[in-house]
């Protein structure tokens, strides 16, 4: 018998005898089992169910699903073919049964982060655009042939990641003789693709390869400023466009001004993700110019650029400008900004009101930098998350957090770990930010003992787990 996808498999479970019932006396004494659903699997197929077989193995030519009802369609959708072509079942078929049954066919399990409202059908027509994408070759413009199929899947594809391009290479019907002395490395072009899927959101690339094994060579990781300024150009065409990441790529100074040059044009761009990328300062400066122009853009994440002084007070002057984005989330985490760059974030923290969320981790922070970041603290009055740690400030830095921070009333959450303040001093600014957190000013006596059970209830955990450890080894 079949069991029907409408139910859920919990359902099943829950009435699904066990072991110890199946082994009681009377059990063994009954004669037939109607909670077993593979009692019938045995017997000859029923006619209605021949003739759902037969509509299914000739969907392809005849797609008859409109003209099936009830439980009859849920066992086409169950047992119809997961290779049929996109342009068959893409306008016919909107039910869920049929596209996680493709999905898991063809990928397997998702590996990827779903946004809400997500259906199988947009996850899979969205992986499947991946997939084209990625296996396109530049050097017979595959991207040109498929208009189509982009076509087709564009009310479906809100969110498109692409995780390597395919770098050019010879065609297989040139002689050697033909091959150029330097192969060209600039990758597809994405305007012919972005042309047709308009409804994207959020767009996530990487300019590189995975899995080459001995094919390995560098410039599969290259890519010039053509490719970017493509990019720029084409994300023109996309008016829903949310989010952008280029990262993990050789992004230098002339490819991000490319890439810059055609976001200056856009109005709906809120998240910019260049992380892990080598844009340094003239990069920084290119994006503290969008910062200025753009109406919308929130979250701004250069982490991990080699960003130094010059590019940090880019950044820090784009803030001060009148014309600035309101800019929620600033993200320079892993640059080498010293204490000149950082100095160039926090003049501008002192005198405006964004961003609210501000990560300065391992920026390689010098004597004089704790005792500026203590004093931004008091006179700031609008950060809410601020990422300080892997940055040196010792016992005196801590002492300074502590003293600036009773007057913050604002910051709810504060990264302090590696930066060598004392533990008494962590107690004391986890205390304030709990203190921020709950708006009072300050916690109330019991709040305070129930902090301190819960902090010796922790500690006697740990205790018993060390001592099982050492029991074990």
């Known amino acids: 018998m079949r069991f029907p996808y409408v139910i859920s498999e919990n ?17 063994q004494r009954r004669k037939t089992f109607p909670e077993r659903l593979e009692w019938g699997d045995k017997h000859c197929y029923s006619l209605t169910r021949l003739c759902i077989e037969a509509i299914s193995k000739n969907f392809a030519n005849q797609p008859v699903l ?12 169950e047992i119809l073919p997961t290779n049929l072509p996109l342009e068959i079942v893409v306008p016919l078929i909107d039910e869920e049964i049929y596209w996680k049954r493709r999905y898991n066919d063809e990928f397997g399990m998702v590996s990827q982060r779903l946004y809400p ?15 084209l994408v990625q296996q396109a070759e530049p050097q017979y413009n595959d991207e040109n042939d498929m208009e189509a199929v982009l076509k087709l899947c564009c009310p479906y594809v809100k969110r498109i990641l692409i995780t390597q391009l395919q770098m050019w290479r010879p065609p297989l019907h040139w002689e050697k003789s033909e091959y150029p002395e330097n192969f060209p490395l600039h990758h597809i072009n994405f305007e012919p693709i972005l042309k047709q899927l308009t409804e994207i959101q959020e767009f996530d690339l990487v300019f590189g390869m995975n899995s080459v094994g001995d094919k390995f060579c560098w ?25 952008l990441r280029v990262h993990r790529s050789n992004l230098e100074y002339k490819q991000c001004q490319a890439l810059i040059q055609g976001l200056m044009k856009n109005r709906t761009l809120a998240e910019l993700d260049l992380s892990y990328c080598e844009i340094q300062n003239e ?11 753009h109406p919308v853009l929130e979250v701004v994440k250069l982490m991990y650029n080699k960003i130094k002084q010059k590019g940090a007070e880019g950044i820090g002057y784009a803030l001060l400008h009148e014309n600035c984005c309101p800019l929620r989330v600033l993200d320079l985490r892993s640059n080498p900004l010293r204490h000149g760059g950082i100095m160039g974030i926090l003049r501008a923290l002192v005198r405006v009101d964004k961003p609210r969320e501000l990560s300065l981790g391992g920026c390689i922070a010098e004597d004089e930098t704790p005792v500026r970041i203590a004093q931004m603290i008091n006179l700031n009055a609008s950060l809410e998350i601020l990422d300080i740690s892997a940055n040196w400030f010792g016992e005196e830095g801590g002492e300074l957090l502590v003293y600036y921070l009773t007057n ?29 957190r709950a708006g009072v000013d300050c916690l109330s006596e019991d709040e305070e003992v129930e902090e301190e059970v819960v902090a010796t209830e922790e500690i006697a955990t740990e205790e018993v787990t060390e001592e099982e450890e050492e029991g074990g080894a």
Do not use: H
Request: charge should be positive; proline fraction near 2%.
């Open 283 to 293: 990069g920084a400066l290119c994006v503290a110019k969008l910062m200025i122009v």
């Open 408 to 436: 913050n009333k604002t910051i709810q959450w504060l990264d302090v770990r590696e930066t060598d303040i004392t533990i008494e001093q962590s107690k004391v600014i986890n205390k304030i930010l709990r203190r921020n």
């Open 219 to 243: 410039e599969m990781f290259k890519f010039t400023p053509l490719d970017c300024s493509r990019l720029g150009a084409a994300l023109l065409n996309l008016q829903n466009l949310q989010i």
């Open 117 to 131: 409202n997500w259906t199988w059908k947009q996850v899979f027509i969205e992986r499947n655009i991946q997939k």
């Open 66 to 77: 409109k003209e099936v009802y009830g439980a009859d369609q849920d066992l086409l959708l």
């Open 11 to 27: 359902t099943r479970e829950a009435y699904t005898p066990s072991l110890t019932a199946l082994q009681l006396t009377l059990e």
